[in-house]
């Protein structure tokens, strides 16, 4: 809370009819999520897997940031523990504070953890059709999310509201479809009408688009950036596509085999990533009016969970790897204003 | 002469109203698709999914069965063949799928996935020419050839997918058809695979019909593109052509709606209304009118032919203008 005391935390503004000038709290400077050196393992003791190490993330109110990895590199169940919905066991929370408003939620109890799920933070999946009941109206589906975090708007009037919220046509008569009736786009739609039910402060989106078409991507990426603007909420995007960062985030989280690699606004990212693996992915896909040039493809294979290399974990991949990168992580360390990387020589060109 | 010529290409699938009921509709999957692939070129096929992109491919390689039209093979019409003619014609053409997990059979080595295809065809005459020839295969994919007696599940999906290529290489096909061969891969392995299938085209020589969805992989491998939507080819052009002046609707939508890595590239998107319309009851006249935002009155009611509109450009819309 120290953010109170600090000048920065306050903007001035005028009242407009009196002129008075006041202080209000920005809101904005405060962080709504911070997870601070996260580590989670699946199984315990000799066997244990680590899936997340060390990650360390803050969410500004209202901010979108993307978090941006292959698969297996943690980026799903990072998104996952802010809700603690990695169940444990499996999983094995061992380390680190996820502060949600400034409380953390690996210490509170199921009562309170209920309250947070679909409550302050909500999420949407890759799969619209998976996370629907197929037997249940869709109405009822999300009334029953009403019910649960705000029970005196558990009305129709409010579930018409939120499908229009969401852009479906003819809410009224579409309350009583079963979820086999609809699209893809359509059921995604109505994932996150669900989600917004309580009015969450943080939605994390999980490759909410991976599942669907480009047209229907781009309709669904156009509705959250609409959604967020006339809600204001904060959004955790998680996707293995770099082309949907520019469009959406404000920040970028790369991740690699459970760790982050680079932290950095998205515009200068995309413009100059500076980590070895951000940049072999960027040239690894290949651009529409690109080049017809052979790709630079990355050597190997995405290391699995368990079989990660020593030292810093892109170091077998890694174009400019020394022999001294193998012998220990390199620390994510802050290289320029606002820039986070975890490579010591991402000056090499 | 074209190494294929697909003339008139229909299938039909019919959908039953009832258990004993005659069927009275049908699914158009692929309705009148004509095209033609020289020997040696990388021909792109892309659509949305249920736009009939993967039913063609399998039409061509008869694992469907046409409903009507011809598949003519340097010539030969392969559609009314059966049996062993068949299967002697099919040296000429592979096919590589999607799913690199389900395309292998998990109870058979590597060594025998890939040696199935010689002994059908009867290409090896002795068990140490067989051997010899699994080894050239896996290394001419990039393969260390002492994981010949492996299975499949231990590999990873790149891997795996160079084991469906060298099984796809191993008759010496003249035609391979690519369908949606990287898009269950990793980003940085998806590469690794499009470089192979690349060099492999250059050195032997082989034709691809490569389907997919994502454009830019498309445009980045293929010489010509054909674009694909409710079963109908609605525009057809040089690679480069297509992505930097597509003159269908359709096409502009599709290629505004991908996401650009670039940050310096801002365009306006296009955001198309509504879902792709069910293949059943497909609307009248132009199949895209519902979606399109420049349709006339005369798109709800003609269909509009795949005509020339610049040379070796072809698109199905009333209004698409010669430039």
Redesign the interface.
Known sequence: MSEFRSQKFWLRERFPKSGFWVLTPDFSKMNLLEIKNLKLDFGSGADALRAVDGVSLTIGAGETICLVG??GCGKTVTGLSIAQLVPAPPANYVGGEILLNGRDVLKMANEELRKIRGGVVSYIFQEPGAALNPVFRIGNQIKESLKLHKPEKATNEEVIRLLKLVGIPAPESRIRNYPFEM?G??QQRVVIAMALASEPKLLVADEPTTAL???????I??LLLDLKQRLGMAILLIT????????MADRVAVMYAGQIIELSP??EL??RPLHPYTK???N???????D?G??????G??PRIGNFPPGCRFAP?CPIAKPECSKEIPELLEVEPGRWVRCPFWKTP | MSLLEVKNLKVHFPVKPGLFSRAREFVKAVDDVSFAIEPGETLGLVG??GCGKTTLGRAIVRLVEPTAGSVLLEGEDITGINGSLLRARRRKFQMIFQDPYGSLNPRMTIEQIVGEALDIHRLTDSKSARQKRVIELLEAVGLDPIYAQRYPHEF?G??RQRIGIARALAVEPQLIICDEPVSAL???????I??LL?DLQQQRGIAYLFIA?D???V???SRRVMVMYLGKIVETADAKTI??EPQHPYTQ????????????TKRK?I??PG??PSPIHPPPGCPFHPRCPIAEKRCKMDVPPLREIASEHRAACHLAKPN
């Not at chain 1, 078409?213 to 309709?219: R, S, W």
């Not at chain 1, 690894?284 to 690109?290: A, F, Q």
């Not at chain 2, 990793?186 to 690794?192: C, G, R």
């Open positions: 292959e698969s699209s786009g359509m078409d480009v047209t229907i991507q781009a309709q990426l156009e293995h596509n770099l082309g949907i960062v520019g469009d998205a515009k995309l413009r072999a992915l960027m690894s896909v290949p651009k529409l009016r690109g017809a052979r790709l630079a493809a990355i050597p294979n995405v991949r | 949305e999914s990873s790149g891997q990793d980003v940085s392995v998806q590469a690794q499009i470089n690349r969805h454009l830019a992989v445009e980045y491998i992505i930097r939508a599709l290629i505004s709606a991908i996401p650009e890595v670039d940050p310096e998107r955001v198309l879902d792709v």
